[in-house]
């Protein structure tokens, strides 16, 4: 089992930038893939973006690409979430997520393994 702590959450205006940032500690298995998903009250959790924790392969949800960018310091075993031009409809909880599977289906969260507690985004129009 792996520990993610998220942090960057905040308050930000429409149009604004904020950074997510996911440390894990105490991996005992390898990691396949990271990802990120929110959930906003009374919807379910979604798929924001993921990536293979080798690298290079990226995945974002429609609503997000070209806006967010996902990375990964392997140093540091810390992924990020680079928001840009933030979204009233982005606010929501934002959790990161770790795999141990391979899988193709990297934007369903029954895939993931372990997960953060979450960090709230705001975005006021």
């Known amino acids: 089992q792996v520990q993610l702590v998220e942090s960057g959450g905040g308050l930000v205006q429409a149009g604004g930038s904020l950074r997510l940032s996911c440390a894990a500690s105490g991996r005992t298995f390898k990691t396949y893939i990271m990802g990120w998903f929110r959930q906003a009250p009374g919807k379910e959790r979604e798929f924001v973006a993921a990536m293979r924790w080798s690298g290079p392969s990226t995945y974002y949800a429609d609503s997000v690409k070209g806006r967010f960018t996902i990375s990964t310091d392997n140093v540091k075993d810390t992924v990020y979430l680079q928001m840009n031009s933030l979204k009233p409809e982005d606010t929501a909880v934002y959790y990161c997520?770790?795999?141990?599977?391979?899988?193709?289906?990297?934007?369903?969260?029954?895939?993931?393994?372990?997960w953060g507690p979450g960090t709230q985004v705001t975005v006021s129009s």
């Open positions: 997520a770790e795999s141990r599977y391979d899988s193709v289906y990297y934007y369903q969260p029954s895939e993931y393994n372990d």
